[in-house]
Every structure is written in C-alpha cells, then in structure tokens.
T-cell receptor
Framework: AQKITQTQPGMFVQEKEAVTLDCTYDTSDPSYGLFWYKQPSSGEMIFLIYQGSYDQQNATEGRYSLNFQKARKSANLVISASQLGDSAMYFC????FGAGGFKTIFGAGTRLFVKA | SQTIHQWPATLVQPVGSPLSLECTVEGTSNPNLYWYRQAAGRGLQLLFYSVGIGQISSEVPQNLSASRPQDRQFILSSKKLLLSDSGFYLCACHIPGTSEAFFGQGTRLTVV
C-alpha cells in the first residue's frame, strides 16, 4: 500500500538560509511520481516541484530542489535562500502510475517558519 | 490551462443539515477528479475520486457521498452533517498522462 511520511511537524529557518524538509514514501509500484505542494495560510495548494521515479536527475525549480534517493525511498525538499514568504505548510505527495495514476496521497505536512 | 472552480469558500452549517459542495473544471476534458478533506493543522485525506462520469470510488466510509453528473463537475454531498465533518475541503483535478494535480481554492466547512 502507498504511504507518505513527513516526520517534521514544524521547522524553523533563518531568512536567507537553506532548509530541508523530509519526506519518505513506500510503494510497491516501480512507476510513481513524487510532488511537493505549499499551502499558505489562505489554504490554497500551490504546486512546487515534481520528480518521476525514473528520472535520472533530481528535479529543480528555482529555489526549490528535490533530493531524490530512490534506494532510501526519500524525496526531501530543499529550499535555498529562504524568504519570509516561504512560511507555510508543505506537503509531500505521491501518485502510483501503475495503478492507473488515479490516486494521489499526501503526507501529514511540515509547517515551515522563516525568521527575519 | 485548466481552472478549477470550487464554491462556496466558507460555509457554516448546523448538525443534521444537508451539504452540497460543487467543483467544476474548465480548460480540459476527461479529467480525474478528487475530493480531499484537511482537518485543522493536518494533512490531506483522500475522500473520493472519479475517473469518469458516474464513476465514483470511495476511500473512507463515512456519511459523505460524491457524484459526477457531468465530465467536468464533481459534487460532494451529505444528507446529515456531523460535527466531525468540519474541515477544509479541496477539489483537485489531474489530467491523465500528465504529472501535476491542480487544486481548487477550497471550502472551509464548520459544522455547529
């Protein structure tokens, strides 16, 4: 069965520093996708970055990069040069493509606090 | 590009009253549609998903139901709300063959 685990309920980071948000997953399907979403206090879900299980290189999108370690089944999000506007909830998610790609499941989330 | 409309944004309903939340999608056809619920300060729980008109899969047994009367319309309903139904409800859309799932703005439901 699919499972996503985010073990950090909250994280603090100083403005302009980098931070890593942890995510581990479990699936028996060899074909899957991993996602990170940001949820500010307004509640909307903002897509940040995607990593496919067969992608050879780690995904990067601006200040966001995904540290994908397939053997360890981890997909940590790295935010470089943190900004005050990065304070939000961050969710890791996974979709198994072998199961028809129908279900995306989410972790419990990590609340990031960026300090000035 | 696709757009997801979800309404209402905020809803306060008494216990035992019915519920109907609507989600419509523009800019695409044959999407996979999802309803998620987020309890305060917690992650997203998948409630229902649909891969086509009239096709509904339920992930969590509860007093909620979903329907998909049209290709780009997904409705979440309840005949009698419980206090535990309070939460933030998000509709999501995924285009088969693509990677990203798009979300609506969400409905904050408070059952009193």
């Amino acid at each position: 069965a699919q499972k996503i685990t985010q073990t950090q309920p909250g994280m603090f980071v100083q403005e302009k520093e980098a931070v890593t948000l942890d995510c581990t997953y479990d699936t028996s399907d060899p074909s899957y996708g991993l996602f990170w979403y940001k949820q500010p206090s307004s509640g909307e879900m903002i897509f940040l970055i995607y990593q496919g299980s067969y992608d050879q290189q780690n995904a990067t999108e601006g200040r966001y990069s995904l540290n994908f370690q397939k053997a360890r089944k981890s997909a940590n999000l790295v935010i470089s040069a943190s900004q005050l506007g990065d304070s939000a909830m961050y969710f890791c998610a996974m979709r198994d493509f072998g199961a028809g790609g129908f279900k995306t499941i989410f972790g419990a989330g990590t609340r990031l606090f960026v300090k000035a | 590009s696709q757009t997801i409309h979800q309404w209402p944004a905020t809803l306060v309903q008494p216990v035992g009253s019915p519920l109907s939340l609507e989600c419509t999608v523009e800019g695409t056809s044959n999407p996979n549609l999802y309803w998620y619920r987020q309890a305060a300060g917690r992650g997203l729980q998948l409630l229902f998903y649909s891969v086509g008109i009239g096709q509904i899969s339920s992930e969590v047994p509860q007093n909620l139901s979903a329907s998909r009367p049209q290709d780009r319309q997904f409705i979440l309903s309840s005949k009698k709300l419980l206090l535990s139904d309070s939460g933030f409800y998000l509709c999501a859309c995924h285009i088969p063959g693509t990677s990203e799932a798009f979300f609506g703005q969400g409905t904050r439901l408070t059952v009193v």
